[in-house]
Structure formats: structure tokens, C-alpha cells
């Protein structure tokens, strides 16, 4: 395994800055706070930390509405802590990806001041301007991921802008070489700091239809469903245009070396394996979500892994990821007892892992009533279950006050503070979900099987899923419950026999398994199988 795929065998961890750790006592995590809690990485097990946005914001997305690329905003340090954050990150051998958000800036960023000032304007076409539509309204029907029209009208200047977002939140035209200049220059900057890659924010929104046409209506959508939902947005997202701005982001990243491009792409995963590219020209890793968003049913996962597997193009690395600062939490959608298999599932399937902080202590997904949710998006969309505070609460590190996170008020209530709850509570209890975490993760750091080897699903009914992982002499077989009901199986041919080396019910550890193989409910078992 060269430098330049380190990233196939790693493990990475999003932080969610503001909820991490706050050093200051302000109720904000900082990178101060993230520098602190680096021994928390390096025990559990993990290789990269991925860091929502740290950038110059007026927070009204937390971060993601960002008012300047290239310094640091005041509520999370300032540039020298993070160059003290990163040397430190290296020094203990671990990686770090930046949040890169380029589709779209704050309005305050200097670029839009300056593209709405006029329509003569140098950097008027930095930004999707448009002229109001025959009756005065909007250019077309095109809507915002967050509710309502997705054009703003600037009084000013007599011209409507595109918004995919916020309508603080203007979206970059791409088609403009001027804004790929400049966002590439961004990338550069941060690479010669020595970033190890980034996660794109909403890659597949970058390109626009050039003749602006309507969005076809959803023919699946019915009334009280998101009003989010209402169009296909077939000229606003994926297009084939994508192809070459993919090309310029790899391009862009490829003299650096080892650096890694991971792409927010919510897609099918017929169209979501599209941006790996051909011939070392797309993103390393296209964001996978499906476990995100699958039901949690054992023969529809089962299909699911078959199909990512044979969709992804020759040399394309897979990818997993369970949970992210966007959607409920894991323990809430499966359940507590099922994120042990979950986690035993995400740490051992073929490909990268993403796992969000919090999930290797069970972190559940906190209830705030939409009218006075901080979350733009739960304002703006209210009565759907949508917004996304829940997932962002601050992570929870000792029982007692704010649960360690912090002195002061914290931004978000701190969901819970029991030492059952907490990373001190967890760390010392073999039967921890914690624990659990850390053994996978020490598994995988030392079993190629697990990292590099090949997977093959076995056949299974009901709610068991079987699959096989294989490096050389190594074999394993993962066997999980998703249901709540034991479960016997007959295990035969290459799978006969072997060592139970990891149970994501603790107690099982070190027994011997064969012919008849017994599963608890809401259990998962790894195999180190006898040698053939």
C-alpha cells in the first residue's frame, strides 16, 4: 500500500467543530478544543479527522456560509491554532480534511459585495444573475433545498439571484473560469499548508442548466410530503457538465500527491459512481449515504452492498458512512441495541468508513421543537422531522456539568450527562459501546482482510446478512443480526468453523463456532475461520 492510497485503509472521523470541544468557555467548540481532545482519536483507533467548516462566517448556516476561504473565524481560533492543530494532527501520525464548500459563499463574502454592486460589475457573472420572469416573478420554478423560490430579487440592480440554500448563501457560477480560478486557489492554499484532502460540500449542485429551463414536477409527490421534495431537479443538480469541473477539483489536488477528494454527492448509486471518473479523474471517494437512508432490513441491505459493488467502475474505492451533521443520529434510527451492529457492519464492509463523532458512544439524536430551532433549514421547513440540531449536540466527554464540553453556556443543551452517556463513563467498561468501537477499529488496523481484502455475500434469509472478508491466509466471516429475535444458521463449506474474535454483544469473545452457529437478537459476530 503506497502513500498515495492511504486513505483506502483509513478510518475517518467528522467532527462538528462548534460541538466537539469548547476551550474558552464561550459555549462554542474551537480548535483549540479539537487539539485537546486529539488523544480521544489516537485511542479510539481512527486515522483522519474530517472538520465542518472552521472559515470567516456569519454563521447564519453555521459555518457553511462562508464569508472568507482563507482565514479562520474568530468563534473557532485564529490561524495559528490551527497550525498548531494540524502539526499536532501529523505528530501523532493521523490526517486532516477540510470542509471545502464551493458551490455557494456567504453574502457578505467580498465576491458577492462586489457582484451586486452593479450590473457592470467585475464580478457581476461570478454569481447566476437573471432577469425577472414577463409578470415580474422569478426566472423559472426553480426551488430552494430550503424551502420556497431558490431566487432572491436585489432591489438595487432589478435582477434575481440563484440560491440552492439560504438566500444568504448566493451560489457560484462555475461556468464562469474566473470562479474555478479562484476556488482552486483556495484549495491550493490550503494544501500548502499541508491539508491532507477535503470533503466536498454538495458537489453534484456545482453546474447549472445554461437555458435555466423549468424542473419537471415529481409525479411521486402527494401532499404533506416536503415541499422540498415537490420537483425533480433535473436542471439543477448532476449534470453532464459535472464531468469537467470533477476533473479540474482532481487536477487541482494531483501534484500534492497523497491527498484525498471526497464528494457530498446525494445520488443513486447507478449515477453516484459516475464521479470517480475514468483514468484518475474524478474524486477519490463519492460520498456512499445508503446506510444512511436504507431501512433497516437485512435483505434490502444485503441487495444494497450487491449493487454498490457491481456498479463501481474498475479501481473505484467503496465507501461507507453511517451518519453526518445532516441527519438524525444512528443510535435514534436503528436503535441502541442495533448500533452495536451497525457498528460492526460500517467497520467491517470492503471500503473507507466515515464514522460522526459521537457514534462511538451511542450518542441518540436530540428532539427540538422546529420554532425555536438555531437550524435554518427546521425554520424554513417546518412540521417535517427535518431539521438537524439533534444531530449537532456537543459530544458528550464526563458526567457532570455540559458533560465536559464546556464551562459556559454551550451553543446547543448537551444531550445527556450521565457517566453511562459519556466517553469517561465508557472508556474503562469492556461492555461499552465504546469499547466495542475500539476493538473493531483496532481489528481493522490489524487485519488486511479487513482493509484491502475482497468481500463475498452469502446467502442468508430473514434478518441475517453473511458475508465474507479474505486477504491471503486471512479469513473472516461477519455474521449480524438486524432483527431482535435469535437466529441459527448451518455454516458449511469455507465457512465451517472458526474463532469469534469480536461481538458486538460482549461475552462471546474467544468462543469456538461450528456446524450450527447461534446469534442473539440484536447481535453481530466476526470469525476468524480455520485455516482450509
Known amino acids: 500500500m503506497t502513500a498515495a492510497t492511504w486513505w483506502k485503509t483509513a478510518t475517518i472521523y467528522q467532527i462538528y467543530p462548534r460541538s466537539f470541544q469548547d476551550s474558552d468557555g464561550d459555549g462554542v467548540g474551537d480548535l483549540a478544543g479539537v487539539r485537546a481532545r486529539l488523544d480521544h482519536l489516537v485511542d479510539l483507533g481512527v486515522d483522519a479527522l474530517w472538520l465542518s467548516p472552521i472559515f470567516v462566517s456569519p454563521m447564519r448556516d453555521f459555518g457553511y456560509d462562508i464569508a472568507d476561504y482563507t482565514a479562520i473565524d474568530q ?16 505528530r501523532r501520525g493521523l490526517k486532516m480534511i477540510l470542509d471545502l464548500v464551493p ?35 422569478p426566472p423559472n420554478n426553480w426551488q430552494s433545498e430550503f424551502g420556497g423560490s431558490a431566487w432572491a430579487f436585489d432591489e438595487a440592480t432589478g435582477q434575481y439571484y440563484y440560491h440552492a440554500f439560504l438566500a444568504s ?6 461556468r464562469n473560469p474566473a470562479v474555478r480560478e479562484a476556488v482552486t486557489d483556495v484549495m491550493r492554499f490550503w ?64 501534484p500534492y500527491g497523497d491527498r484525498v477528494l471526497i464528494g457530498e454527492i446525494y445520488l443513486p448509486t447507478e449515477r453516484l459512481v459516475r464521479y470517480y471518473g475514468a483514468d484518475d479523474d474524478g474524486v477519490h471517494l463519492p460520498f456512499n449515504f445508503a446506510l444512511i437512508d436504507a431501512p433497516w432490513d437485512a435483505r434490502h441491505i444485503d441487495q444494497m452492498i450487491h449493487d454498490y459493488e457491481r456498479a463501481l467502475p474498475e479501481g ?11 441527519k438524525p443520529r444512528l ?82 443543551p448537551v444531550s445527556r450527562t450521565d457517566e453511562a452517556a459519556t466517553v469517561e463513563g465508557q472508556r474503562d467498561d469492556p461492555a461499552s459501546m465504546l469499547s466495542l468501537y ?40 461477519v455474521a449480524l443480526n438486524l432483527g431482535s429475535t435469535p437466529i441459527s444458521v448451518r455454516l458449511t463449506g469455507p465457512a465451517a468453523a472458526g474463532e469469534v474474535v469480536i461481538s458486538a454483544r460482549p461475552g462471546r469473545e474467544g468462543e469456538r463456532v461450528g456446524g450450527e452457529l447461534h446469534l442473539d437478537g440484536d447481535n453481530a459476530l466476526v470469525i476468524a475461520l480455520d485455516p482450509t
Not at 169 to 174: F, H, K, R, S, V
Not at 222 to 251: C, F, H, S, W
Not at 316 to 326: E, I, L
Request: zero cysteines; glycine letters at 10%.
Open 75 to 90: 468563534v473557532f481560533g485564529t490561524m495559528e491554532d490551527f497550525d498548531a492543530l494540524i502539526a499536532e494532527v501529523h
Open 103 to 137: 458551490n455557494h459563499t456567504s453574502d457578505e463574502h467580498a465576491w458577492f459585495r462586489d457582484s451586486r454592486a452593479g450590473r457592470d460589475s467585475p464580478k457581476r457573472d461570478w454569481y447566476i444573475w437573471r432577469d425577472p420572469a414577463p409578470d415580474g416573478g
Open 169 to 174: 448563501q448566493p451560489d457560484l457560477n462555475w
Open 191 to 254: 494544501l500548502d499548508k499541508g491539508v491532507d484532502g477535503f470533503r466536498i460540500d454538495v458537489l453534484w449542485h456545482l453546474m447549472k442548466d445554461q437555458s435555466f429551463r423549468d424542473n419537471p414536477e415529481n409525479p411521486r409527490w402527494r401532499n404533506g410530503d416536503a415541499p422540498t421534495d415537490r420537483l425533480i431537479k433535473l436542471y439543477t443538480t448532476d449534470l453532464p457538465e459535472m464531468e469537467e469541473v470533477v476533473r479540474l477539483l482532481r487536477q487541482t489536488v494531483e
Open 316 to 326: 473505484g474505492w467503496p465507501n461507507w458512512v453511517t451518519g453526518n451533521h445532516d
Open 331 to 412: 443510535a435514534t434510527r436503528v436503535g441502541l441495541a442495533q448500533a452495536r451492529v451497525a457498528a460492526v457492519l460500517l467497520l467491517t464492509l470492503r471500503g473507507t468508513p466515515t464514522l460522526y463523532y459521537g457514534e462511538e458512544i451511542g450518542m441518540e439524536h436530540a428532539v427540538f421543537d422546529d420554532a425555536t430551532a438555531l437550524d435554518p433549514f427546521a425554520r424554513q421547513v417546518p412540521g417535517f422531522g427535518l431539521g438537524r440540531d439533534g444531530a449537532r449536540t456537543p459530544m458528550q466527554w464526563r458526567p457532570g456539568p455540559n458533560a465536559g464540553f464546556s464551562d459556559g453556556t454551550p451553543w446547543l
Open 438 to 477: 475500539r476493538r473493531l477499529l483496532a481489528l481493522r488496523r490489524t487485519r488486511a482482510a479487513f482493509t484491502e481484502g475482497v468481500y463475498q455475500g452469502l446467502a442468508a434469509e430473514g434478518d441475517l446478512l453473511l458475508y465474507l472478508r479474505e486477504a491471503g491466509a486471512e479469513r473472516f466471516l
